[in-house]
């Protein structure tokens, strides 16, 4: 029972420094989708995808970058941290994103932005 | 652009009681409300899906209304315990047309005293 999952658990970055946080999933899910919950904001998604081979942004998208591959894989890239993306990152999926269906998240990935 | 607000933000409360906590949403326009629990430090766990053509869900001591013309959940628990204790996220699914990630509220920060 993987469900998503999320590696790294825990990062520190110093800024500037680039890194990719991994999600992967094994329910053969249609839909994945990056959030980060920052204090006081609640969860804001980043970007999204329907499908592989297709992505999109979400509310916050700017600083990262999103590509997919496979199915089972929807990597988030930072490509030179910012302390401002100091966070705890969720990655989700579903089997689609438009019908009524359930959305299962990731343990989550706590980044620290020096 | 939807808007969901969970009240209240925080409650404590002795074991055994019965509670509700309140989840409101701007545009009535939505696919389904999912509530969720998130533990301190840890990912989210789905308690609950509702979609938009049903009016409640049960599942256990738990027991989820959904008004979408009024733009209203409840999430009710039952003879609440210490395990209890936790954070409650509500999201909605808007069905603007995209597919598009859910809308979270803030959360219900619950404790549950012994």
């Known amino acids: 029972n993987a469900g998503v999952t999320q590696t790294p658990k825990f990062q520190v970055l110093k800024t500037g420094q680039s890194m990719t946080l991994q999600c992967a999933q094994d329910m053969n899910h249609e839909y994945m989708s990056w959030y980060r919950q920052d204090p006081g904001m609640g969860l804001r998604l980043i970007h999204y995808s329907v499908g592989a081979g297709i992505t999109d942004q979400g509310e916050v998208p700017n600083g990262y970058n999103v590509s997919r591959s496979t199915t089972e894989d929807f990597p988030l890239r930072l490509l030179s941290a910012a302390p401002s993306q100091t966070s705890v990152y969720f990655c989700?999926?579903?089997?689609?994103?438009?019908?009524?269906?359930?959305?299962?998240f990731g343990q989550g990935t706590r980044l620290t932005v020096v | 652009k939807q808007e969901v607000t969970q009240i209240p933000a925080a409650l404590s409360v002795p074991e055994g009681e019965n509670l509700v906590l309140n989840c409101s949403f701007t545009?009535?326009?939505?696919?389904?409300l999912q509530w969720f629990r998130q533990d301190p430090g840890k990912g989210l766990t789905s308690l609950l899906l509702?979609?938009?053509?049903?009016r409640e869900q049960t599942s256990g001591r738990l027991n989820a209304s959904l008004d979408k013309s009024s733009g209203r959940s409840t999430l009710y628990i039952a003879a609440s315990q210490p395990g209890d204790s936790a954070t409650y996220l509500c999201?909605?699914?808007?069905?603007?047309?995209?597919?598009?990630?859910?809308?979270f509220g803030k959360g219900t920060h619950l404790i549950i005293q012994p």
């Open positions: 545009d009535s326009a939505i696919y389904n």
């Open positions: 989700a999926s579903s089997y689609s994103g438009i019908l009524n269906t359930e959305a299962f």
């Open positions: 999201a909605v699914k808007g069905s603007g047309g995209g597919a598009d990630g859910l809308t």
């Open positions: 509702i979609q938009s053509s049903q």
